[in-house]
């Protein structure tokens, strides 16, 4: 079972995490989790997120990579969520055999992600404060899918990209269930 926690600011807005979105909705074993419809007030239910992580195998992250970071909600809900007693309890978390999947885009073109680009540093080094959240609590970290250069992306490369979200959640889910 996957649960893919969706942040985007403005959804209606986003062409390219709403196609990524529509791709995996629907999807069997997909849960698809948007945090700005469940939680518009941004009052999060912290044992219903507990409950939903702890039923899930695969945890997605779906974002936009803003600011070298998670959008304001999710890191809201890490705060909540991810504490002592659930995700964490001495040297080993109680999420462990879990998995956490990155999905994100960024507005850059993948060169400007690179040692000496424009953004000085790849991507899995700005990724490293999620890769090791989730080891902190026990999970595997998988490959970080990632869509760079979302204004520059045709129709035809945003689909292929689709195609390829939903192969990885489909064949974690076949790996998870192995």
């Not at 409950?51 to 899930?56: A, D, F, I, P, Y």
């Not at 080094?125 to 609590?137: C, G, K």
């Not at 689909?159 to 269930?177: E, F, G, K, M, W």
Request: hydrophobic share 45%; proline share 6%.
């Amino acid at each position: 079972m996957t649960l893919v926690l969706l942040d985007h600011p403005n959804l209606s807005r986003s062409r390219i995490n709403a196609a990524l979105a529509e791709a995996v909705a629907g999807q069997p074993g997909v849960t698809l989790h948007d945090l700005h419809v469940s939680y518009p007030d941004r009052i999060i239910d912290v044992p219903r997120e507990q409950r939903l992580v702890s039923e899930h195998d695969l945890i997605v992250f779906q974002f936009p990579f803003q600011w070298y970071a998670v959008p304001a909600l999710l890191k809201q809900w890490m705060d909540e969520v991810l504490v002592g007693g659930f995700a964490y309890d001495g040297p080993r978390g109680l999420l462990a055999g879990k998995t956490l999947q990155v999905v994100t885009s960024t507005g850059g073109v993948e060169e400007a992600y690179r040692d000496g680009g424009f953004h000085r540093y790849p991507m899995e080094v700005l990724l490293a404060p999620l890769e090791n959240t989730a080891r902190r609590v026990g999970m595997d970290f998988a490959p970080p899918l990632v869509l760079h250069d979302v204004r520059g992306v045709t129709d035809a490369e945003l689909a292929a990209h689709a195609a390829r979200y939903r192969d990885v959640l489909a064949s974690s889910a076949v790996c998870l269930t192995a």
